[in-house]
Nanobody
Framework: QVQLVESGGGSVQAGGSLRLSCAASGLTSQSNCVGWFRQAPGKEREGVAQISNVTGATYVVDSAKGRFAISRDNTENMVYLQMNSLKPEDTAMYYC???????????????????WGQGTLVTVSS
């Protein structure tokens, strides 16, 4: 059974930083696309950053480029999202998701991801 557990969310002031973690277990495929998505109240789920776990290729949404970075530790089955220079508009529930058995090859939509975590809340105050 695949399980994704996010952690690291919290409340910060604008300009601050947070590091989100996603712990994955139960995956049987070696090549996966792992992504971070976010959803603010009343808005659609948005892809923030994705990484192909084999090649390490990363993709970041334009609104987060230069501020957010995604990385992985394959030995620990962990994926991280380092978020710097946070803005109030970054406030959302952040989810980790996996698209199994294939790399990312560009920023993929939420519908292409099969497994999802429960989310971790990020609140940025001005």
């Amino acid at each position: 059974q695949v399980q994704l557990v996010e952690s690291g969310g919290g409340s910060v002031q604008a300009g601050g930083s947070l590091r989100l973690s996603c712990a994955a277990s139960g995956l049987t495929s070696q090549s996966n696309c792992v992504g971070w998505f976010r959803q603010a109240p009343g808005k659609e789920r948005e892809g923030v950053a994705q990484i192909s776990n084999v090649t390490g290729a990363t993709y970041v949404v334009d609104s987060a480029k230069g501020r957010f970075a995604i990385s992985r530790d394959n030995t620990e089955n962990m994926v991280y999202l380092q978020m710097n220079s946070l803005k109030p508009e970054d406030t959302a529930m952040y989810y980790c998701a996996v698209r199994p058995s294939r790399g990312c090859y560009g920023l993929k939509s939420a519908g292409e991801f099969k497994y999802w975590g429960q989310g971790t809340l990020v609140t940025v105050s001005s």
